[in-house]
T-cell receptor, first 112, second 114 residues
């Protein structure tokens, strides 16, 4: 069964550093998403991406965050200057249409 | 002090019993609903979905019921197995002019006792 692949599985970074989280969506999918889950809390929407542009974003997705699809297979989330409160599981998801999402296994980001 | 995190509703069942997990959603304009299963340290795994023009949908051992009148969604798992132990989330989409964003509920922890 096709999977969404995320790397790394765990990233530790110092506060103020930039991090890039990487995702390889399912190959025929057209819609891409990032969500995050702070430990013990709900999964929260960050951003959706379609046709090479952001289609929707949440209040969490401020100027510190950016997304990119640098080639035909990768989808990245960049956090420019990490804060302690950015520590969370970050999930990438993709879908063929605007429903039927498949999530990756996540990247655990720890900011120290 | 301030509490952090959520106190998850929990459901404990015996292996072989049927489980019913409930979810109240917030937006009457939502038109698409999904149930996800999340095991510890893993991403949400799709179980079953339903559109707002349906009341019931069945999958393998799972049934989703949608009651739009009271904004209630339920997931029924037949013959629950130990491997079904996980946190179950409902998610809704489509309310408030949003076409892409899934809004997740807080989850229910299902524990299946052998």
């Amino acid at each position: 069964e096709p999977e969404v692949t995320q790397t790394p599985s765990h990233q530790v970074t110092q506060m103020g550093q930039e991090v890039i989280l990487r995702c390889v969506p399912i190959s025929n999918h057209l819609y891409f998403y990032w969500y995050r889950q702070i430990l013990g809390q709900k999964v929260e929407f960050l951003v959706s991406f379609y046709n090479n542009e952001i289609s929707e974003k949440s209040e969490i997705f401020d100027d510190q965050f950016s997304v990119e699809r640098p080639d035909g297979s990768n989808f990245t989330l960049k956090i420019r200057s990490t804060k302690l409160e950015d520590s969370a599981m970050y999930f990438c998801a993709s879908s063929e249409r605007s429903y039927g999402y498949t999530f990756g296994s996540g990247t655990r980001l720890t900011v120290v | 002090g301030e509490s952090v995190g959520l106190h998850l509703p929990t459901l404990s069942v015996q292996e072989g019993d049927n489980s019913i997990i409930n979810c109240a959603y917030s937006n009457s304009a939502s038109d698409y609903f999904i149930w996800y299963k999340q095991e510890s340290g893993k991403g949400p795994q799709f179980i079953i979905d339903i559109r707002s023009n349906m009341d019931k949908r069945q999958g393998q051992r799972v049934t989703v019921l949608l009651n739009k009148t009271v904004k209630h969604l339920s997931l029924q798992i037949a013959a629950t197995q130990p491997g079904d132990s996980a946190v179950y989330f409902c998610a809704e989409k489509g309310g408030g002019g949003s076409n892409y964003k899934l809004t997740f509920g807080k989850g229910t922890l299902l524990t299946v006792n052998p």
